[in-house]
């Protein structure tokens, strides 16, 4: 039925997973309710215009960043022509507020399968600034070698972990990290991991581990400086928060042993988190 479709779909989907953690964690305050859950079989062309007008209504909002172009002056020219043709749609002025934080809650598989895809979503109240993007970007590095050593080396639960994070003035940070495991041993990867988020905040990572962090933040910035479309990505990102392109380069020597291990232990408390995980929920009421 189309009920067990859009849950099949939402499952292979981490988004969809990330979207209910976030519904889960700031409750009506969340701005982007069932809206953005809808799938291509329920949604109606109405409901898709108003995510249009409400994303993209008003061209003046929209920030360029131009990179990788010959000649700068031509394409602002041609942003400016196509740009103010594009229609303006009225709306009101949203007041921002800076979401609040509720009690977590965990989320569970509706329906038993062979294979589990578990989520696991941090959310720490922070400001956005260039210097949490850059500690946030080790920290989450930092996390996922150690997931993949634990899940993938140590114990065979799972083959490969995902990790991703955003920070924002209005949601603070929000780090993700997703694998793939058999329903017979979710239970088990969601102890390891638990168990594992527990190490950082109580031992600091070695020496290997943070040169390790430094060596993949250097490499993935020397790769964005060629790629036009990553690069004016990052760029912006750095310019929107700070009003300038100070700090869209991290100070790799910062990062430490110390550093990374203060960090863990201040945002990973198990009250920050949310669980998408496991048919019938995993019991994590003993995390400390």
Not at 64 to 92: C, H, M, W
Not at 152 to 181: D, P
Request: aromatic residues 10%; glycine residues 4%.
């Amino acid at each position: 039925n189309s009920k067990r479709q859009a849950y099949l779909e939402a499952k292979e989907n981490v988004d969809d997973l990330t979207l209910e953690l976030n519904s889960n964690r700031y409750g009506n305050a969340w701005p982007y309710p069932k809206l953005w859950s809808k799938t291509d079989f329920d949604a109606s062309a109405k409901s898709l215009m108003i995510v249009q007008k409400k994303l993209f209504g008003n061209p003046l909002l929209f920030h360029f960043v131009l990179t990788g172009v010959a000649d700068n002056e031509q394409t602002k020219s041609l942003i400016k022509e196509y740009f103010a043709s594009l229609p303006v749609y009225a709306s009101r002025e949203e007041k921002k507020v800076v979401l609040k934080h509720n009690i977590p809650k965990e989320i569970s598989e509706t329906w038993a399968d062979s294979q589990s895809l578990d989520h696991w979503n941090v959310y720490i109240p922070l400001e956005s600034t260039s210097e949490n993007y850059w500690y946030a970007e080790a920290l989450s590095d930092l996390i996922n070698q150690r997931l993949l050593n634990a899940l993938r080396e140590k114990s065979g639960a799972t083959y490969a972990v995902y990790s991703s994070h955003t920070i924002s003035q209005l949601q603070g940070l929000m780090m993700g990290f997703s694998y793939r495991s058999s329903t017979k041993l979710c239970q088990q990867a969601a102890l390891i991991t638990a168990a594992e988020i527990t190490r950082l905040r109580y031992e600091a990572p070695s020496l290997d581990e943070v040169q390790s962090v430094r060596d993949k933040l250097r490499k993935s910035i020397e790769e964005q400086a060629n790629n036009p479309m990553q690069y004016a990505d990052m760029v912006s990102w750095h310019w929107v928060a700070n009003n300038s392109l100070n700090g869209s380069k991290p100070q790799l020597d910062k990062l430490t042993p110390t550093l990374l291990y203060d960090l863990a232990n201040k945002w990973l408390k198990p009250s920050n988190w949310n669980v998408a995980a496991c048919y019938g929920g995993v019991d994590l009421s003993t995390w400390r």
